[in-house]
């Protein structure tokens, strides 16, 4: 059986100090993202010649683009406290209640993965976003009371990878604006590997910094974090960094030309060699890897999308004719004419 893919190389979801290290803090060292970037630095310096506090804000899309970088760098660049916390940490009201009543005015707060908030606890948090109170219920059945608590003024940084998820009253509460964060352009990509590189004084060829673009997810996250591999290759083999040692290392972890993991390929194998291409549902995917379903759907699919390798469709997901070409397999006949 597969191991769960969140461990798997190329999805690098680990975040250690190293990490942190890399985060860009100031809007100048934040590669990409241009058209949101612009909007968020109007949105903050018309809020700060106000004197108002910015308004809540929410940035989706595939993991690793920089959702929490943004957060970061936004609490930075506005010389504000931020407080982090993720939607399945926040398991009972009291837990938010908590939360809320501890910030300090002024403060950002983060909530990671707000579609994974339950829906009780999701209705306190409406109030605290629209008027800055929190309404406590006491006691029960008819003796029950809501006590109103005034709470400091914030500005709530929400992020999820799964937009359809949160509910249409939770999104419209975003009234500072609803960011959509895309895959990096590869210009963009070998920026950030040349910065990270810089900061890690790690001596990276221009062919070995094209090498790891390459495979790179267009996402600095995964970048980053091959970054780091083909680095510790290179010094445990005694080694320059050069294309030829990225090309060992990265094949050593299984990551292909195209930066596919084992996982990614699994996918597309599965729905060619046993579905004839698909279509076929995510459910009898997952079931036929032991993998799981949101996984699938959240970190392997967007990618393999946007490579034009999978088509989501009403029916399910059908494998391209590119799959076909990348897994070196030959194409059923009746797909020989028809361009997918
Ligand atoms: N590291 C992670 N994301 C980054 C970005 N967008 N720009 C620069 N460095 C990064």
């Not at 809501?146 to 940084?157: H, K």
């Not at 910065?195 to 790891?212: G, N, P, Q």
């Not at 790179?216 to 320059?240: E, Y």
Request: charged content about 25%; proline content about 5%.
């Amino acid at each position: 059986m597969s191991s769960p893919s969140k461990n798997l190389p190329g999805n690098g979801k680990e975040v250690t100090f190293l990490d942190q290290t890399l985060r860009p803090s100031q809007w100048e060292e934040y590669i990409g993202q241009d058209n949101v970037k612009e909007n968020l630095k109007i949105l903050l310096v018309a809020a700060k010649e106000r004197g108002h506090q910015p308004e809540h804000i929410l940035f989706y899309g595939p993991p690793g683009l920089g959702k929490t970088t943004l957060a970061h760098l936004i609490a930075h660049e506005t010389r504000s406290q931020i407080k982090s916390t993720s939607g399945p940490a926040i398991e009972k009201v009291g837990d938010l209640a908590s939360i809320l009543t501890n910030l300090s005015p002024g403060d950002i707060l983060f909530i990671d993965e707000i579609h994974r908030l339950n829906k009780t606890i999701e209705e306190v948090l409406y109030p605290a976003m629209e008027s800055n109170v929190l309404d406590i219920i006491i006691g029960k059945g008819p003796s029950a009371r809501t006590i109103q608590l005034e709470l400091p003024i914030f500005t709530l940084i929400a992020a999820t990878t799964r937009m359809s998820l949160l509910s249409s009253p939770l999104r419209s509460r975003f009234s500072g604006g609803v960011f959509r964060l895309e895959f990096y352009r590869d210009d963009e990509i070998k920026q950030i590997i040349k910065r990270s590189a810089k900061i890690l004084d790690a001596m990276v060829t221009d062919d070995a910094l094209k090498e790891i673009a390459k495979r790179s997810r267009r996402t600095p996250r995964t970048a980053n974090f091959l970054l780091k591999r083909c680095r510790d290759f290179a010094q445990v083999h005694k080694k320059n960094l050069s294309a030829e040692t990225v090309v060992d290392a990265l094949t050593l972890l299984d990551i292909d030309e195209l930066g596919l993991n084992v996982i990614d390929r699994k996918i597309l194998g599965v729905i060619i060699d046993h579905f004839a291409g698909g279509p076929v549902g995510l459910k009898t995917i997952a079931a036929s890897l032991s993998e799981d379903e949101g996984t699938i759907e959240e970190v392997n699919e967007p990618y393999l999308i946007q490579l034009g390798l999978l088509d989501r469709t009403s029916r399910g997901r059908m494998a391209t004719n590119k799959a076909y070409r990348h897994l070196d397999k030959e194409l059923p006949h009746d797909r020989q004419e028809k361009l997918l």
